[in-house]
Structures are given as structure tokens and as C-alpha cells.
């Protein structure tokens, strides 16, 4: 089956012994998405795009796991320490049923919020998983429920903007704008110009990470593949001629390829006229 010649989860492998590294970790992306009403939903996505592209024609299950009224803070409903340390030893005990069962599964990414942390899986044999699944949380008192989407449905939420173009994904119409999070990083006055000439392109301010010589901006746009590939084409370049660099959150390879002592990638070069400049214009939000 497809799914076996990954990793079920991706992580790092290393000898218990000399500590020597068998496997490197896969690359992992953290991820904030924005609900209507402000709040935010933050995501980890696994960013192997070879195990994405088989992810694309199987069923993703999306496993939602019952805290206990003890586990979340009283001010803010999060996961307490301890509610966070028993929703991981599920996740790891649950990777390891299915390793012994040999079942056609894999670990996609993760989300929290609403005193929740969920889990994304691919999997070949849906039934299989879920019986596994199921008797899992049966033996760590979780109370379980379980969806069933297509990536393409859930892409929005859970992969890199970049990604969806890549993997060539049909999203919903009314998914393919959203807001999206942008972080730069760059000398304190390179980013206050930097921070200038976003807004006069409709990007709103969220902050700056002084120490980490961060700034974090935000704006609704197209995420399908030309669109968002327009996007990055104009701020992209933008950033780099002010002395700063995209950190590539949205992106497949992620921040290092926009270093600022490395060639700019072609992809990110020659900006063109885009649906995002005819759908918003240059001043659009």
C-alpha cells in the first residue's frame, strides 16, 4: 500500500545508545490561521510533499479528543501541561498500534485551540485506522470523535499556502481568500520601511518580535496557486529590496531559501499582473 513506505509521523529517529541520528526529522511548519472572529487557530503541518501528493486521492481523518474539565485553564480553556502531556502520550501510543498493526497510515499535521488539540491522518485502510483508533482512546479515557474530509477540503486550514498551488488542489471557493499571516525578518529600520510599504498595499500591522528582529504583518488574499504565487512575487522582492526577508511560513522549503546572502529563487522573481492585483488592486485589503 501507498502509505507504508512513509514514516508513520516523521519524526526523528536515533539510536538509544550513542544518541547517533538514524533518521532526521522531516521538516515541520507551525502555522496561525485566523477565524472570523479574531481568535486564532495554530496549526503544525508535516511538510513532506511526497506524502501529500498521495494524501491528495485518500480520505483524511481528523481525530477530536475530549479533554477533562481539569486539563484546560479556567481563564482561557487551554490545555493545561498535564492536558497537553496526556494528548501527546494518545498521539505516540496510538503511532505505535499502528506500527504493529502494519496499518496504511500517516500523521499529518495537528491543530489547537478551543481547549483542543486535534490530529490529521492519511489513511489507505479507513476502517482499520479507525477501529485502532478508537480502541486507543478507549484505553487512555479519551472521548473520540472522528471526521472524514479530502485534503483538498481541509488544505486551507492545514498546509503552506504554497503547497495547495503545488499539489495542484481543488479548494472551495469561498476558502480561497483568507487572511494570511506574513513574517519578515530584518534590522529594526529596514523593517519599520518594510512595515510602511505593506500598508500602503492594504496589509495590516500585528507587531514586531523586537529580540527576534521580527514583523509580523497580515492580509486577506488568493492562496490558490496563481494567486498566491502573485502575492509572493510582489512582496518578496519588496522585502529583500529593503535589506529583509520573507521568513517562507507559507511556503514549501520555508525561510532559508529567502536569506538574504543567497540568490532570490526565480519562482519569487518577476512580478506580473495577478488576479490578486485585478481582484484588490494595488491598495486592496
Not at 481568535?39 to 479533554?67: D, Q
Not at 471557493?173 to 510599504?197: H, N, Q, V
Not at 507559507?250 to 481582484?279: C, D, K, W
Request: aromatic share 8%; net charge neutral; with cysteine.
Amino acid at each position: 500500500m501507498t502509505l507504508l513506505q512513509f514514516d508513520v509521523t516523521g519524526e526523528q529517529v536515533s539510536d538509544d545508545e550513542t544518541e547517533e541520528v538514524i533518521r532526521k526529522a522531516e521538516p515541520h511548519r507551525d502555522l496561525i490561521r485566523y477565524r472570523p472572529g479574531g481568535s486564532a487557530l495554530f496549526v503544525r503541518v508535516r511538510v513532506n510533499m511526497a506524502l501529500l501528493r498521495a494524501a491528495a486521492s485518500l480520505p483524511v481523518l481528523l481525530l477530536k479528543l475530549t479533554p477533562r474539565a481539569n486539563e484546560l485553564t479556567p481563564r482561557d480553556a487551554l490545555l493545561t501541561p498535564k492536558g497537553s502531556s496526556r494528548n501527546y502520550a494518545f498521539f505516540e501510543r496510538l503511532c505505535e498500534e499502528l506500527i504493529t498493526a502494519s496499518c496504511p497510515a500517516c500523521y499529518i499535521a495537528e491543530q489547537h485551540g478551543d481547549g483542543r488539540r486535534d490530529f490529521y491522518f492519511a489513511a489507505e485502510d479507513v476502517v482499520g485506522f479507525q477501529r485502532i483508533a478508537r480502541a486507543t482512546a478507549e484505553a487512555s479515557a479519551f472521548p473520540l470523535a472522528v471526521e472524514q474530509h479530502s485534503l483538498g477540503a481541509v488544505a486551507a486550514l492545514i498546509l503552506p499556502a504554497e503547497a495547495i498551488g503545488d499539489l495542484n488542489l481543488e479548494i472551495a471557493a469561498s476558502a480561497r481568500i483568507r487572511p494570511t499571516r506574513y513574517e519578515f525578518w530584518g534590522a529594526e529600520t529596514s523593517l519599520a520601511k518594510l512595515r510602511a510599504e505593506l500598508e500602503k498595499r492594504g496589509y495590516r500591522f500585528l507587531g514586531v518580535e523586537a529580540f527576534a528582529r521580527e514583523l509580523h504583518m497580515v492580509k486577506d488574499v488568493p492562496i490558490d496557486g496563481e494567486g498566491f504565487g502573485s502575492v509572493l512575487k510582489e512582496i518578496v522582492p519588496l522585502a529583500r529590496s529593503l535589506q529583509c526577508s520573507y521568513r517562507g511560513t507559507e511556503t514549501v522549503e520555508g525561510h532559508e531559501q529567502f536569506l538574504l546572502t543567497n540568490p532570490l529563487p526565480e519562482r519569487y522573481t518577476a512580478p506580473r499582473a495577478s488576479i490578486f492585483r485585478r481582484m484588490f488592486g494595488r491598495g486592496g485589503s
